[in-house]
């Protein structure tokens, strides 16, 4: 399947791809916030600090809360033309441990990063998506730089993933929000990624798989080849946009397709 093509796509000097949706398909994992919220509880024991009110069920609660939170605060974040990101310290300190004692909010805020990391490696298993491989292989082949560009609250948690996987050189650049402080649908994360690469954003394909962060972000950089892969959600948008990007996939093997047909066989 090489998807629905608005218009004809030129060849990629680069490809960047997002990472949930595009890269990985996640499922989330049922009792992870028992099981972050009975690591907090330690932390707080370790430090010393009682604060008998912050049960586990209650810090389990708490980080539900913040969870809703940060969705709504992400889906606002797609209005402005140059969001930034949250930071760690602010997830933990204000959508979770916002009423908190200050001896308890402190421990958490001082623990951000690494609970970030352990909160998306426990909530969320990852699978990489059907055809991804051969898409690598063929950028490889085409001589086509493969980029990330995704927002993330840790991205370290994708780079675990790519570690595991064995599948960290693979990539020439990986832009995540957190560690660069902007996030989509701000055009400066593809911006840093096509700097790093060498390329003008004209020149690249950008892929995403939705609306208000992907396609907008795409449209705000000028990017070459605007692409939506379909995801889970993909269609759930936050409010109305009357976006249209350059092609619509299914899956990276939809997107070998039209790649295969930009290069003229050269990938396949």
């Known amino acids: 399947m090489t998807g629905t093509l608005a218009r004809k796509l030129a060849a990629p000097k680069a490809?960047?791809?997002?990472f949930g949706g595009v890269i990985v398909?996640?499922?989330h994992l049922p009792g992870w916030q028992a099981r972050l919220a009975g690591h907090v509880r330690?932390?707080?024991d370790a430090a010393?600090?009682?604060?008998?009110?912050?049960?586990?069920?209650q810090i389990a609660d708490d980080i539900k809360a913040a969870g809703i939170a940060d969705s709504h605060w992400k889906d606002a974040m797609s209005r402005p033309f140059a969001p930034?990101?949250?930071r760690h310290e602010e997830f933990w300190g204000d959508f979770v441990a916002g009423d908190w004692v200050k001896p308890a909010n402190d421990v958490v805020v001082a623990s951000a990063f690494d609970l970030c990391r352990k909160m998306g490696n426990w909530k969320s298993t990852r699978v990489l998506r059907n055809g991804m491989l051969d898409l690598l292989d063929a950028a490889d082949a085409a001589s086509v730089p493969v980029g990330i560009v995704s927002n993330a609250l840790c991205g370290r948690v994708h780079l675990d993933f790519l570690d595991a996987h064995g599948l960290t050189d693979r990539f020439a650049v990986a832009i995540h929000s957190d560690e660069v402080k902007v996030r989509k649908p701000n055009p400066e994360m593809i911006h840093l990624a096509t700097r790093a690469?060498?390329?003008d954003p004209s020149e690249a394909w950008y892929v995403g798989d939705n609306f208000d962060?992907?396609?907008l972000c795409g449209k705000r950089a000028g990017i070459g080849g605007n692409i939506l892969m379909e995801d889970k959600g993909t269609y759930d948008l936050p409010y109305?946009?009357?976006l249209k990007p350059d092609a619509i996939v299914a899956d990276p093997v939809g997107l070998l397709g039209l790649f295969r047909q930009a290069t003229r066989g050269i990938a396949a």
């Open 15 to 18: 490809l960047l791809l997002d």
């Open 25 to 27: 398909s996640t499922k």
């Open 42 to 44: 330690g932390l707080l």
């Open 48 to 57: 010393g600090v009682a604060a008998p009110e912050l049960s586990v069920e």
């Open 84 to 86: 930034r990101e949250l």
């Open 197 to 199: 690469l060498g390329v």
């Open 213 to 215: 962060r992907d396609v």
């Open 240 to 242: 109305e946009l009357k």
